[in-house]
């Protein structure tokens, strides 16, 4: 037989009766039955009406998009790597002067000043590819951070040289850094932010390398170049504890290593708690198991040993159509002179501009091209990666045989006795050919690095597509002086203008807009999955009547 219920007190059962509907107020109440039960009337508050969900109503979702000053911290992180490359180029061009002046306690002749310059070029590609491969197999945090140490050893072999061999060997070692930097900091970058920050993030490397060269030309005015070598050690020391300290890993790597838990952890640390993570990691899982079963439903086949499965994934339409266009792109960019003004920029202004510090037009012109690389980091957010290429690769040529021509007609005054063109002109058009190489060549392909590739072989294709960038600066400085030879100096720049105005064909018909696009997207894009990047023109909607 059932006893009567233990009493409680009036306070107590009105707190279990008030506890879903805390506003609700009692309207009327029973007398107590003998078994102690009571009847309580309700009318709930507004507030609780307001609050207590419909029958069929969802959770209100949290945002997709995460904190962007949580990216932005993470990506100006990331790329420190590339501030020192840039004062990896910028060393040379102050610390040679120094070590061939007479008061210098090492003596170098021309010969040897050369070999300081070049050689950090020569271990670049092998850095470059190394950090493709470290990058995809011990992951993109990891490999940021073992690349400092060859940077921080090399800085370390300058500033204590006591000869010429001890530079050589620094000079290698911060080359073979620069290298292992190049994909690193950039597929980084790219998987860790959102579509809509990404190619702004992205554009950071080039504005760190800009920054790098106009450290080195600062410091190089106000100090000697082993002072200067050491206090570059500082920032890839400063660049090893930031990393290690505060970057997670990315998702997809460690999706890809099949570690679901710490790529919401990290996830969470990218995003912060405001974002709907489960969401994106949802997103994340889903894609890469739409791969999984797009691979097993080509056959019923073994698995490959894992190294064989990377190198067939190299020559998939994902990771061939990419890769191909960016080492074009790049051809192309580099055949059009950009670094063949860079290096010899000097020279130019002094055979083309009487009355002019050339030093001190060399010195505007990087800050010129520090200050285009970060308008091109807004616009790729506004404008997208095809119309800024338009803008380099017409701009870039009409430049180019601009001036050409007035080497040429300068040439033509000379020999005839008569006044030069006006100065001016080739200033101008050094400048203005700057400015939008910037905008677009300098910027654009290191961005799509880290957006067209496969999360699979991104690392190694990124490594691959960075030292194919560098065989060509290489290629293009050292026949610069050979076209001057053979085509003269103004069919030099003649030839440059021409490759970027055919440029411009190539990209209107193959390169893809990429702004504003998943990794997904993109990859599905490449692999024939999807026939356009394009975003769907919303069609209107029809109702039909009958008449």
Same mark, same amino acid.
């Given at each position: 037989?059932?006893?009567?219920?233990?009493?409680?007190?009036?306070?107590?059962?009105?707190?279990?009766?008030? %506890?879903?509907?805390?506003?609700?107020?009692? *309207?009327?109440?029973?007398? %107590?039955?003998?078994?102690?039960?009571?009847?309580?009337?309700?009318?709930?508050?507004?507030?609780?009406?307001?609050?207590?969900?419909?029958?069929?109503?969802?959770?209100?979702?949290?945002?997709?998009?995460?904190?962007?000053?949580?990216?932005?911290?993470?990506?100006?992180?990331?790329?420190?790597?590339?501030?020192?490359?840039?004062?990896?180029?910028?060393? =040379?061009?102050?610390?040679?002067?120094?070590?061939?002046?007479?008061?210098?306690?090492?003596?170098?002749?021309?010969?040897?000043?050369?070999?300081?310059?070049?050689? =950090?070029?020569? =271990?670049?590609? !092998?850095?470059?590819?190394?950090?493709?491969?470290?990058?995809?197999?011990?992951?993109?945090?990891?490999?940021?951070?073992?690349?400092?140490?060859?940077?921080?050893?090399?800085?370390?072999?300058?500033?204590?040289?006591?000869?010429?061999?001890?530079?050589?060997?620094?000079?290698?070692? *911060?080359?073979?850094?620069?290298?292992?930097?190049?994909?690193?900091?950039?597929?980084?970058?790219?998987?860790? =932010?959102? &579509?809509?920050?990404?190619?702004?993030?992205?554009?950071?490397?080039? +504005?760190?390398?800009?920054?790098?060269?106009? /450290?080195?030309?600062?410091?190089?005015?106000?100090?000697?170049? &082993?002072?200067?070598?050491?206090?570059?050690?500082?920032?890839?020391?400063?660049?090893?504890?930031?990393?290690?300290?505060?970057?997670?890993?990315?998702?997809?790597?460690?999706?890809?290593?099949? %570690? %679901?838990?710490?790529?919401?952890?990290?996830?969470?640390?990218?995003?912060?708690?405001?974002?709907?993570?489960?969401?994106?990691?949802?997103?994340?899982?889903?894609?890469?198991?739409?791969?999984?079963?797009?691979?097993?439903?080509?056959?019923?086949?073994?698995?490959?040993?894992?190294?064989?499965?990377?190198?067939?994934?190299?020559?998939?339409?994902?990771?061939?159509?990419?890769?191909?266009?960016?080492? /074009?792109?790049?051809?192309?960019?580099?055949?059009?002179? *950009?670094?063949?003004?860079?290096?010899?920029?000097?020279?130019?202004?002094?055979?083309?501009?009487?009355?002019?510090?050339?030093?001190?037009?060399?010195?505007?012109?990087?800050?010129?091209?520090?200050?285009?690389?970060?308008?091109? $980091?807004?616009?790729?957010?506004?404008?997208?990666?095809?119309?800024?290429?338009?803008?380099?690769?017409?701009? $870039?040529? +009409?430049?180019?045989?601009?001036?050409?021509?007035?080497?040429?007609?300068?040439?033509?005054?000379?020999?005839?006795?008569?006044?030069?063109?006006?100065?001016?002109?080739? +200033?101008?058009?050094?400048?203005?050919?700057?400015?939008?190489?910037?905008?677009?060549?300098?910027?654009?392909?290191?961005?799509?690095?880290?957006?067209?590739?496969?999360?699979?072989?991104?690392?190694?294709?990124?490594?691959?597509?960075?030292?194919?960038?560098?065989?060509?600066?290489?290629?293009?400085?050292?026949?610069?002086?050979?076209?001057? !030879?053979?085509?003269?100096?103004?069919?030099?720049?003649?030839?440059?203008?021409?490759?970027?105005?055919?440029?411009?064909?190539?990209?209107?018909?193959?390169? &893809?807009?990429?702004?504003?696009?998943?990794?997904?997207?993109?990859?599905?894009?490449?692999?024939?999955?999807?026939?356009? !990047?394009?975003?769907?023109?919303?069609?209107?909607?029809?109702?039909?009547?009958? *008449?």
């Amino acid at each position: 037989m059932l006893g009567p219920p233990p009493p409680r007190d009036e306070q107590e059962t009105r707190s279990l009766v008030e %506890k879903p509907l805390n506003n609700s107020k009692i *309207v009327s109440e029973t007398p %107590k039955s003998p078994l102690g039960f009571q009847s309580l009337t309700l009318v709930p508050s507004k507030t609780d009406l307001c609050k207590a969900p419909l029958p069929n109503e969802e959770p209100p979702r949290r945002p997709r998009r995460g904190s962007a000053l949580r990216q932005v911290l993470i990506a100006l992180i990331a790329n420190l790597g590339p501030v020192n490359t840039g004062m990896v180029f910028g060393f =040379s061009a102050v610390a040679i002067p120094q070590l061939m002046s007479a008061n210098s306690t090492i003596k170098i002749d021309s010969d040897q000043a050369s070999w300081i310059a070049s050689l =950090s070029s020569l =271990s670049t590609p !092998l850095g470059c590819i190394l950090g493709g491969y470290l990058m995809d197999l011990l992951g993109r945090r990891t490999t940021l951070l073992l690349l400092e140490v060859p940077l921080v050893a090399g800085w370390l072999l300058i500033a204590t040289a006591g000869g010429v061999p001890q530079i050589y060997a620094g000079r290698l070692l *911060v080359g073979l850094g620069s290298g292992l930097v190049g994909a690193p900091a950039r597929v980084y970058t790219g998987e860790v =932010s959102q &579509p809509h920050l990404r190619g702004t993030l992205a554009a950071l490397a080039s +504005v760190a390398v800009s920054l790098g060269v106009l /450290i080195e030309y600062g410091g190089g005015a106000a100090t000697e170049w &082993p002072v200067l070598a050491g206090l570059s050690a500082a920032l890839p020391l400063a660049a090893f504890l930031l990393t290690a300290l505060l970057l997670p890993e990315t998702p997809a790597w460690l999706l890809t290593q099949g %570690k %679901k838990d710490k790529a919401r952890t990290a996830l969470h640390r990218l995003r912060a708690d405001t974002c709907d993570v489960e969401r994106e990691l949802a997103d994340l899982e889903a894609f890469r198991a739409n791969i999984a079963n797009l691979k097993s439903s080509a056959g019923p086949t073994a698995p490959p040993p894992k190294q064989h499965s990377i190198i067939k994934s190299l020559f998939e339409p994902a990771a061939l159509k990419p890769f191909s266009i960016l080492v /074009i792109y790049f051809l192309i960019y580099q055949f059009s002179g *950009v670094n063949s003004i860079t290096f010899y920029a000097v020279e130019v202004f002094r055979e083309s501009a009487e009355g002019i510090d050339d030093y001190l037009a060399t010195v505007a012109l990087g800050v010129v091209r520090l200050l285009f690389t970060i308008l091109a $980091c807004g616009l790729l957010r506004r404008c997208g990666r095809r119309p800024l290429t338009f803008i380099s690769s017409i701009g $870039c040529g +009409v430049t180019m045989l601009g001036l050409g021509t007035y080497m040429y007609l300068a040439k033509e005054a000379k020999e005839a006795g008569l006044a030069p063109p006006p100065s001016w002109i080739p +200033v101008l058009c050094i400048f203005g050919f700057t400015a939008v190489s910037t905008i677009g060549y300098l910027v654009v392909p290191w961005v799509m690095i880290g957006e067209v590739y496969p999360s699979r072989v991104r690392g190694l294709l990124g490594g691959l597509t960075t030292c194919a960038a560098h065989m060509f600066v290489f290629t293009v400085v050292k026949t610069f002086p050979f076209l001057q !030879l053979t085509a003269g100096v103004h069919g030099a720049f003649w030839i440059y203008g021409v490759i970027s105005t055919l440029g411009t064909v190539f990209f209107y018909f193959f390169l &893809p807009e990429t702004k504003g696009k998943s990794l997904e997207e993109i990859e599905d894009y490449f692999a024939g999955r999807r026939d356009t !990047l394009d975003t769907p023109k919303k069609r209107p909607i029809v109702i039909s009547q009958p *008449v």
